[in-house]
Structure formats: C-alpha cells, structure tokens
C-alpha cells in the first residue's frame, strides 16, 4: 500500500485535501456492488475452535436482504429507528448493514452502559425496534418504553434469515422489491445517529448520512492503494466511530475479509494467537493496546515473530497520541504506522499521516480528500467537508453551537499548522491557566511523559491555579509485571522491579521531559507514581481507551488534593512522590 501526496495549502492558517466531486452513493449500494463482485470470496469471519469460519459476501447479501424483509414485515418505515445494543458479531452485521441498505437508521449504543442511561439513550431515540445479544438483561428497557420490539443475537436472527432463504420463489420475488428499495437510498439521506463516548455530559447523537459516511470510502481510495480480498484482523467496538465507521466500512468497501478478534483488545496471549491463524494485511487499534502489545513482543520472540509478519503492511492508530517509545518498536521492525485524527462529528477521519517509518509526536497529518481544515478563535481546529455531521438528534442548541453559517465544524481540539501538518495540542476544555496567567496544553506534556518511558500507560496532568502544573502517573502493569525484556527493543530504560522502583527512576526521566519544554512555566513540578490501572469499568477511560478527566479527578481526588494543598502528610496509599526542582 502507498500514500499519494496530498495538496498541502499552509497559506494563512488552513489546510486543504485533494477535491472528490464523486457522489460517494449509499452504504447499500456499495454492498449490492461488492457481493456481485466477490460473491464467493469471504467478508466476515469468527473464531471456532482453533481456525476461523468465514461468511461469504454472496451468503452475507442472503442474509441482509432477509433482515430487509422481516423489517418490512415490521412495518419500519424509511427513517425510522433500530438500536443495536450488542457486542459486535455476524448478527449484529447483517442486521446493522439491513437497517442501513433499507433507508431505515441505525443507532447503535455501547452495551456496557448501565441499564438506566441504557433505557435513556432508547427512550430519547425513539427507536422502533431494538436488537440485543441478552433480552433478559434488557427486558427493563422493553417494559418501560412502549412500542419497542427486542430481538436477540443467535437462534432468533438465524431464524429471520431462514424464514426468505428457505423459499426460494419467495426470496428471488423479495430480492428484486428490496433491492430496488436498497437503490433509492441516497447519500444525503441519514443512516446514523453514533452517540459520542461522553467524557464530559450525556451522550450527543450525532446524526451521519449515508454521503457523510462512505465519503471517507472515497477519500481513501483516492489516498490508499487497496485491493480486494485484504485481510482485517478487528476488535474495534461498532458503536464507536473507530471501529464501526472507520475500519469496518474500510474493509467493506474494499473488497476485504474482517475477522472478529474475540480477545476484544483485552488478552494479548489470544490477539497474538488470532493473529497467528488470520496473519491480516492491516491492524487497526489504540494505543493502550498497542502498549499491551509492544509489553509482549520485547518479552516473547515467538510472539514478536507471529505479529511481524512477512505480509503485515502496516498498523494504524487513532483516539489518543501513541508514544515514541512503542512506534519505535514499529520502526525497528519496519512497519509503518499510519496515525489519523477526527472525531465522530467527521465520520471520523479528517487527517492522515504517510507512511514513513519516522514519525513527529503530536502530528495527525494532511487533510483526506474533500476536507480542509483552519484555525479558528483561540486556536480551534474547524473542519469543513462532506464528512462533517447533519447536525446533533434533537438538540438543535449543540448544533448551532458546534456548527458556523458556513459549515464548519468546531471540534473542541486545539491545534497548531505546521509544514508537516496538523498538530494537536489539547482539547480546549482542558487547556488551564498557572497563578501567573499563563497557559498549559496538558496533552502534549502528557505525551512527552509516556514516550519517555514505555513503563507509563497513561499521564494526567492538571494544575490550575498552581505555579507548576502536576501529574498523576499510572504504570504499564502488564509490562511491569513481565519477565526478562529483548535488548533489542528495551532502549535506554532498563525495567525496573516494581512500581516504586519505577517512581525513584522516573525523577531524571521528568528531568530529562521538563528541559526539552520550551516553556519554563510548562515543566512539571511534582507527579504521584500510582500503583494502579485506569478501568474503563470504572468509567476512567472511555469505550475507546481515552482518559476521562472528570471521572480521574472524582477517583482520584484524594491524590490530586495532597499535589494542590501540598500537604505535609503522609502520601496516599499506593502511590510515590516525584518531587523534581524547576530548572
């Protein structure tokens, strides 16, 4: 694969990709034009036993035009509303990409959420009807809400592709009636209502066309040379931009195979070993597990020898900055690392990096083609293009406030535009101000903090109203807890034996971070070194692995009030000091 050069526009202080004046038509077209192409080649894959079962396109088309059929059985109309409420799966395909194809919407919700904002986000998307892959856990959510039918993963899905296929004079008459219908959809008409991952408030339903999302299909055909029949390797969550938009329309549209990673990006031993039997051309994933990764491949050759791969092309990385210290391992190995910034408001891609081995911490890239993007009021990166969003579900407020009379998008991202392209410097609703007035852009000093040392996971740094800003550090335990280290990937850091030991060896790394500050007044002046994990389960990190301020500053009060008040008294129990002189 190769990245062509993008039209770069650094005059004044905007960024413009290539033009696309192609109609990027509907996601049901692009599947009607895919299973006649490929029709036996496979599309979906899920593990049994110790190979994977694959799904053809021609079988995956069966399926979805019964779940078309029983939809209209239903009496669904066009645009009305079905919330997906499950793990991703062969179901949870066919039945999504039905509900897309037919001119119906898809609302899909993380189904980890609790049952009580479960019940709100169905209530206040006044959905129709509701799949699951556990009725009895939602059966509250069908009492409490009328008119909301509930259909499970397994059996009863299987039963609704059953119903047409077992006909065959029925399923070539539905066929015909529901592939015309399938070619009336457009791209200007909605297909999404993706709810944001809600760092900071409820859920914002952000409302994606069928243009918005297969206009990111287009700008990557035009950037990336792609070839059918590639192979994915995918964990990535649905009801997320990352994975549902981005990877999995990425594979469709390209002809390709998408296996299901049942290690969901939590069990490195089972990733390694999935990767072992799908050997996929391409990975997709955040940072977090690509720290898990890195952890295991410098302590296991064998592991090190099945991810790199003869055939992996390259890796691809998004949601947060990934550390120096883990692309490194990348470089060592020659595989590129592709890295893209967006938000879900943008379908989500807006920028992407090339693929040169080097990489420039806190740089995303050059505009895909179609979006330009420029800075405005304090530094605010806005985003103009057919990817950006129709608007927020019945909240026209947050509409009018997120989008200008002109179309552009404000994300809430600080950045900076440099010869090499964008670079992001914080969200603005993190930026805060010392007691001497100045500015501090937490992300960047984050970042410096975790590629210095592998054995970071992840940095909070806070400190408003502080002469310094200040941090709370949380350790790689996966790699702490490991055993003997491959040289060839171990740097400058030995390992060190425990968290505490960690703690004594990170003084002269944030030595080391605060001098290459330009600016005095941003170097750290004192950090805990906490001997814990972020959970997501704790609400500490998003369904994307991103750090949750609000939640960390709750959870961690106790810890942030002894760096603000400077207490002489004995530390939280479970975390070290970091006490570095300002230079």
């Given at each position: 694969?190769?990245?062509?050069?993008?039209?770069?526009?650094?005059?004044?202080?905007?960024?413009?990709?290539?033009?696309?004046?192609?109609?990027?038509?509907?996601?049901?077209?692009?599947?009607?034009?895919?299973?006649?192409?490929?029709?036996?080649?496979?599309?979906?894959?899920?593990?049994?036993?110790?190979?994977?079962?694959?799904?053809?396109?021609?079988?995956?088309?069966?399926?979805?035009?019964?779940?078309?059929?029983?939809?209209?059985?239903?009496?669904?109309?066009?645009?009305?509303?079905?919330?997906?409420?499950?793990?991703?799966s062969y179901d949870r395909l066919a039945f999504e990409l039905a509900v897309l194809s037919s001119g119906r919407v898809a609302v899909p919700i993380f189904h980890g959420y609790d049952l009580g904002l479960l019940s709100q986000l169905v209530e206040f998307s006044d959905v129709r009807l509701l799949l699951c892959d556990d009725a009895r856990k939602l059966a509250g959510v069908g009492n409490t809400?009328?008119?909301?039918?509930?259909?499970?993963?397994?059996?009863?899905?299987?039963?609704?592709?059953?119903?047409?296929?077992?006909?065959?004079?029925?399923?070539?008459?539905?066929?015909?009636?529901?592939?015309?219908?399938?070619?009336?959809?457009?791209?200007?008409?909605?297909?999404?209502?993706?709810?944001?991952?809600?760092?900071?408030?409820?859920?914002?339903?952000?409302?994606?066309?069928?243009?918005?999302?297969?206009?990111?299909?287009?700008?990557?055909?035009?950037?990336?040379?792609?070839?059918?029949?590639?192979?994915?390797?995918?964990?990535?969550?649905?009801?997320?931009?990352?994975?549902?938009?981005?990877?999995?329309?990425?594979?469709?549209?390209?002809?390709?195979?998408?296996?299901?990673?049942?290690?969901?990006?939590?069990?490195?031993?089972?990733?390694?070993?999935?990767?072992?039997?799908?050997?996929?051309?391409?990975?997709?994933?955040?940072?977090?597990?690509?720290?898990?990764?890195?952890?295991?491949?410098?302590?296991?050759?064998?592991?090190?020898?099945?991810?790199?791969?003869?055939?992996?092309?390259?890796?691809?990385?998004?949601?947060?900055?990934?550390?120096?210290?883990?692309?490194?391992?990348?470089?060592?190995?020659?595989?590129?690392?592709?890295?893209?910034?967006?938000?879900?408001?943008?379908?989500?891609?807006?920028?992407?990096?090339?693929?040169?081995?080097?990489?420039?911490?806190?740089?995303?890239?050059?505009?895909?083609?179609?979006?330009?993007?420029?800075?405005?009021?304090?530094?605010?990166?806005?985003?103009?293009?057919?990817?950006?969003?129709?608007?927020?579900?019945?909240?026209?407020?947050?509409?009018?406030?997120?989008?200008?009379?002109?179309?552009?998008?404000?994300?809430?991202?600080?950045?900076?535009?440099?010869?090499?392209?964008?670079?992001?410097?914080?969200?603005?609703?993190?930026?805060?101000?010392?007691?001497?007035?100045?500015?501090?852009?937490?992300?960047?000093?984050?970042?410096?903090?975790?590629?210095?040392?592998?054995?970071?996971?992840?940095?909070?740094?806070?400190?408003?109203?502080?002469?310094?800003?200040?941090?709370?550090?949380?350790?790689?335990?996966?790699?702490?807890?490991?055993?003997?280290?491959?040289?060839?990937?171990?740097?400058?850091?030995?390992?060190?034996?425990?968290?505490?030991?960690?703690?004594?060896?990170?003084?002269?790394?944030?030595?080391?971070?605060?001098?290459?500050?330009?600016?005095?007044?941003?170097?750290?002046?004192?950090?805990?070194?906490?001997?814990?994990?972020?959970?997501?389960?704790?609400?500490?990190?998003?369904?994307?692995?991103?750090?949750?301020?609000?939640?960390?500053?709750?959870?961690?009060?106790?810890?942030?009030?002894?760096?603000?008040?400077?207490?002489?008294?004995?530390?939280?129990?479970?975390?070290?000091?970091?006490?570095?002189?300002?230079?």
């Amino acid at each position: 694969m190769a990245l062509d050069a993008t039209t770069k526009n650094l005059a004044g202080s905007g960024l413009n990709g290539p033009p696309v004046t192609e109609d990027p038509g509907s996601i049901g077209q692009m599947l009607l034009r895919n299973a006649m192409q490929f029709q036996n080649a496979p599309v979906f894959g899920q593990r049994c036993g110790d190979q994977f079962e694959y799904v053809s396109w021609g079988r995956l088309l069966c399926d979805v035009l019964a779940v078309c059929h029983f939809l209209d059985q239903n009496r669904l109309a066009a645009g009305d509303r079905v919330a997906l409420i499950t793990s991703n799966s062969y179901d949870r395909l066919a039945f999504e990409l039905a509900v897309l194809s037919s001119g119906r919407v898809a609302v899909p919700i993380f189904h980890g959420y609790d049952l009580g904002l479960l019940s709100q986000l169905v209530e206040f998307s006044d959905v129709r009807l509701l799949l699951c892959d556990d009725a009895r856990k939602l059966a509250g959510v069908g009492n409490t809400i009328p008119n909301v039918k509930i259909v499970e993963t397994g059996d009863e899905c299987a039963g609704i592709y059953a119903a047409v296929v077992k006909d065959p004079k029925k399923l070539a008459a539905t066929r015909q009636e529901i592939e015309e219908k399938i070619y009336r959809v457009v791209s200007r008409d909605l297909a999404m209502i993706m709810y944001t991952s809600g760092t900071s408030s409820f859920p914002k339903g952000v409302m994606l066309t069928h243009g918005n999302i297969m206009s990111q299909q287009s700008a990557l055909a035009q950037l990336w040379r792609v070839r059918p029949g590639m192979r994915f390797l995918a964990y990535l969550p649905w009801h997320h931009s990352f994975g549902g938009l981005f990877e999995r329309f990425f594979a469709l549209a390209s002809g390709g195979s998408l296996a299901l990673d049942d290690s969901f990006g939590r069990n490195p031993d089972r990733l390694i070993e999935n990767f072992r039997i799908v050997k996929p051309h391409v990975y997709f994933s955040v940072p977090k597990v690509y720290a898990d990764i890195v952890s295991r491949i410098i302590t296991d050759k064998s592991a090190r020898e099945i991810f790199f791969h003869s055939e992996l092309e390259f890796v691809f990385t998004a949601a947060a900055p990934l550390p120096s210290s883990i692309s490194d391992v990348f470089r060592r190995a020659d595989v590129p690392v592709v890295e893209g910034w967006g938000l879900t408001e943008t379908s989500p891609c807006c920028t992407l990096t090339g693929f040169d081995l080097e990489r420039s911490p806190g740089i995303v890239g050059h505009p895909i083609p179609g979006v330009s993007i420029r800075l405005g009021e304090s530094d605010e990166i806005e985003v103009r293009g057919p990817n950006v969003m129709a608007g927020y579900f019945r909240n026209e407020e947050a509409t009018r406030a997120a989008l200008t009379s002109e179309g552009w998008f404000r994300t809430g991202d600080i950045g900076e535009i440099t010869q090499q392209g964008l670079r992001i410097l914080s969200r603005k609703d993190r930026v805060f101000k010392l007691n001497n007035g100045e500015k501090v852009f937490p992300t960047p000093i984050e970042e410096s903090l975790r590629t210095r040392c592998r054995f970071i996971k992840h940095a909070f740094v806070f400190g408003s109203g502080q002469k310094t800003p200040l941090a709370l550090l949380f350790p790689n335990q996966e790699l702490l807890s490991a055993g003997a280290i491959d040289h060839k990937d171990e740097g400058d850091c030995s390992k060190p034996a425990c968290t505490k030991s960690l703690a004594d060896c990170l003084r002269g790394c944030m030595e080391s971070v605060n001098m290459q500050q330009a600016l005095r007044y941003a170097r750290i002046g004192r950090a805990l070194v906490i001997d814990r994990d972020l959970l997501l389960e704790k609400g500490e990190l998003t369904p994307s692995f991103k750090l949750v301020p609000r939640q960390v500053e709750k959870n961690y009060a106790e810890h942030i009030d002894w760096l603000l008040e400077d207490r002489g008294r004995g530390l939280p129990p479970g975390s070290w000091l970091i006490d570095v002189e300002q230079v």
